[in-house]
């Protein structure tokens, strides 16, 4: 890894990530860094362009949510610094896997980076899922009691992680195919997923 790229992006990109929400801090990106560089070790790429994609996938939630992905986009490619490091073919591939690695996205990632990317943002952990949806509600939907944000935590995981749900696997080797099956088995226990969100529940509001 070039020092200068890895000094660059620790001490200049990811502390932005301090502003988001508390499902997208820097927990969240050094955490697709680690599952992206890991997976990257699976295909011929290059180390450093899967650490920068990584490290700009979710930038644009500094200005929108819904078109975050393709903010991101253009706040890689109009980085004017990355130009020490990467060409311009190199900065177009990586602005496209930026673009690709939503859940929610209407195609396939268009290149290995992208779908590198938007597997290792797929962390599919049973606790971790639980608790960014948790996270979200509290904060986007604060009017919401109790069992308002249990309804809406139970909409959310259906219409992502469900069958036929939105959120699609691109990476043979990730994890993540068996982390979905064990999620959808909890899905489908009322008791066990109802104890599951009571806990971060009570974790994240102290009541």
Known sequence: MN???H????????PRYEAFDAAHRTDHVRMVIARSLELATHYEVDAEMVYTVAAYH???????????????GEMLAADRNLRRWFTEEQITVMRDAVEDHRASSDHAPRTIYGRIVAEADRCIEIGTVLRRTVQYGLEHYPELDREGQYARCCEHLRRKYGDGGYLQLWIPHSENARQLEELRALMGDATALRARFAAIYEEETGR
Request: glycine fraction near 4%; proline fraction near 0%; charged fraction near 40%.
């Open 58 to 72: 979710d930038l644009g939630l500094a200005d929108e949510r819904e078109r975050h992905h393709l903010r991101s």
């Open 7 to 14: 000094t660059y992006i620790e001490t200049e990109i990811l």
């Open 3 to 5: 020092m200068d790229l």
